[in-house]
Nanobody, 119 residues
Framework: QVQLVESGGGLVQPGGSLRLSCAAS????????MGWYRQTPGKERELVAS???????NYADSAKGRFTISRDNAKNTLYLQMNSLKPEDTAVYIC?????????????WGQGTQVTVSS
């Protein structure tokens, strides 16, 4: 079973930056897409940023111009660079990979890492 482990979360002041990482426990045969979601209590999980196997990226309107999603296939790692952070960005950030770590494709989720933006 593949494990996705996020890191890089923490407490940061408004205007600060964080870089989140999501590392898979083993290499994939193929990756279809990867993304970062965020979850806050009482609210629906939302997609923050995604990247396809071809390198195309998409961002939530709230993240455009501030967040950058990237990947390092050789390291089986997904990143989210977050700049100019706002209190509204406070959430648990969860990575997602749609890929093949075995015979068939599957959707895999990490446990999440807490990001708190507060002065």
């Amino acid at each position: 079973q593949v494990q996705l482990v996020e890191s890089g979360g923490g407490l940061v002041q408004p205007g600060g930056s964080l870089r989140l990482s999501c590392a898979a426990s083993r290499s994939a045969f193929a990756i279809r897409s990867m993304g970062w979601y965020r979850q806050t209590p009482g609210k629906e999980r939302e997609l923050v940023a995604s990247i396809t196997s071809g390198g195309s990226t998409n961002y939530a309107d709230s993240a455009k111009g501030r967040f950058t999603i990237s990947r390092d296939n050789a390291k089986n790692t997904l990143y989210l660079q977050m700049n100019s952070l706002k209190p509204e960005d406070t959430a648990v950030y969860i990575c997602n990979i749609y890929g093949a770590f075995g015979v068939s494709y599957g959707v895999y989720w990490g446990q999440g890492t807490q990001v708190t933006v507060s002065s």
